[in-house]
């Protein structure tokens, strides 16, 4: 316990801020996807030292629903992201605008 | 400087580096593979945090399940125009790494002037005890039982979703049927 607990915020900060320039700048995707998973960690991250730093287990807890939240997501994300590969031969969301209107 | 500072340098570091090199890359597999080692090295600081157990899980369930799961996709698609996927109009990149960097600021500022410091007090045994496996199942499965089933129930709706979702259509009659 000798690191202070900021450094642990701060590092779960710049994660969660490379999360959100990866969601908006990049087209991909599927790279969308893993930049929505680096925020959901950088969340278990303050979670966890939270949990740890108070002495209390909850929070650990917490963080296994989050993973089990975020198996079911990804799953059926890339689910969603082949279906729209199939009828649009493209993972572009600039060109995937079905529902603009 | 002990031992538990410099591992803290190290995996910090590790993390940080590879979430920038992860959202910089070009090709979705490299970018894939610097996200498995940033779970990586998230599972050495839950470690340094006395979190065992979800070190494990991290390392299994993330580094394992969920990027093998996403490295597949990736490779199964194989995107054609990853250079033109890349070159987004520059004004909209500039635009949206303001708003991440106004987030990232609010953000530092709250965890420096709250002083999160002054409301834990860390405890080396109780935090030791807390990460264990026995102490996170022993919460499970008595005052968290129904959300763990909820958990379950999830799992299973999301397997069948995926299911439904990537099933190949074979004949277009079917498919206007529903």
Redesign the interface.
Known sequence: ???????????S??????????V?????A??V???I??ML?SA??TL???????????G??F???V??????????G??????L??NKQ???I?EINILKW | MNLEIILFIIFSSIAAASSVLMITRRDAVISALFLVLNFAALAGIYLILNAQFIAVVQIIVYAGAIMVLFLFVVMLLRPENEKKIFEANSKVKIFSFVIAGVVLIQLAYLILKSNPASDVSPDLARSISAGTVESIGMELYTNYILPVEAAGFLLLAATIGALVLAKKKFKEKDSSKG
């Open positions: 316990m000798s690191v202070p607990i900021e450094f642990y915020l701060i590092l900060a710049f994660m969660f801020f490379t999360g959100v320039a990866g908006l700048t990049r087209r991909n599927i790279v996807f893993m930049s998973e680096l960690n278990n991250l966890v030292t939270f949990s740890s730093f108070i002495g209390n287990s909850i650990q807890v963080v296994f629903f993973m089990t939240v975020a198996a079911a997501e990804a799953a059926v890339l689910a969603i992201i082949i279906a590969f199939r493209t993972v572009n600039d």
